[in-house]
């Protein structure tokens, strides 16, 4: 659980009375056209995530080959991320000067304003690593098991930004909480990188090429730690009740003796 996440424990959302009247002379007629609405800033929102998904594509890509036109672009296409965070913020708000959600229609928007905000992190994460590339250097010395621990954690972030997505779309809780195991694997592959990090010996050059590497896997820590967010919301959104999933960045405690 990322640290920007909301306090521990279980808070249930009370039910909100309606405060505007819809428009239109039937009121029944005008809260199908909100909900209609609001599938459809859902789907907006949900499809950030593919902007993610591509973002990391050609960030990893970039970082495999030291890219830095490649980087370059990621970090332009960064607007891309942060209209689409605008699109679905000013549309929830325009849709909420309309008619005042209830139950369950509350809990979606509240939900969307929070799952939005979480894909501009995870952005933002992209643009990180993006800039890190070029202070690398073309071809500066590199460190095979570094770089092959973190191809698994963008493997496993690509996979956590898909599975948030499709959680979230399916409502599916189970799908949602299962994010905690892969991330898991991230948090285990972010604390190795650190290890290799520091073993890996004394030239200057690799020595600060690996740092700009744990800076690589601190991003993609996050990116990870925001798709558990939105699958906490996922839980929310389907319960009615916000609580945090397993904290993956704790270590398990040892086994009985």
Request: charged residues 25%; glycine residues 8%; aromatic residues 4%.
């Amino acid at each position: 659980m990322s640290p920007e996440s909301s306090a521990s424990g279980e808070r249930a959302l009370a039910p909100a009375q309606p405060t505007a009247t819809p428009h239109g002379a039937d009121g029944s007629q005008g809260r199908a056209h909100f909900q209609t609405q609001l599938r459809e800033l859902e789907e907006h929102a949900l499809g950030g995530l593919d902007l993610i998904v591509e973002q990391l594509d050609r960030v990893l890509e970039s970082l495999h080959h030291q890219d830095v036109e490649l980087a370059q672009m990621v970090i332009a296409d960064d607007d891309r991320v942060d209209g689409r965070y605008l699109e679905v913020h000013q549309g929830i708000l325009s849709l909420l000067a309309l008619q005042a959600p209830v139950a369950g229609d509350l809990r979606l928007v509240a939900a969307l304003l929070h799952t939005i905000k979480h894909i501009e992190r995870m952005g933002d994460q992209c643009v990180n690593i993006a800039k890190l590339i070029p202070l690398s250097g073309n071809e500066p010395p590199v460190h095979g098991d570094l770089l092959d621990a973190l191809a698994k954690m963008g493997a496993y972030a690509r996979s956590e930004v898909i599975q948030c997505k499709a959680a979230f779309a399916g409502r599916d809780v189970g799908l949602a909480e299962d994010l905690v195991r892969q991330d898991r694997e991230i948090n285990r592959l972010n604390r190795d990188i650190f290890r290799l990090a520091i073993e890996i010996g004394d030239d200057p050059d690799t020595r600060e090429w690996a740092m700009h590497m744990t800076l690589v896997a601190r991003a993609l820590e996050r990116v990870g730690d925001n798709a558990v967010d939105i699958g906490e919301q996922v839980a929310f959104v389907v319960t009615g009740l916000f609580r945090e999933f397993s904290d993956s960045s704790r270590p398990l405690a040892p086994p009985p003796l």
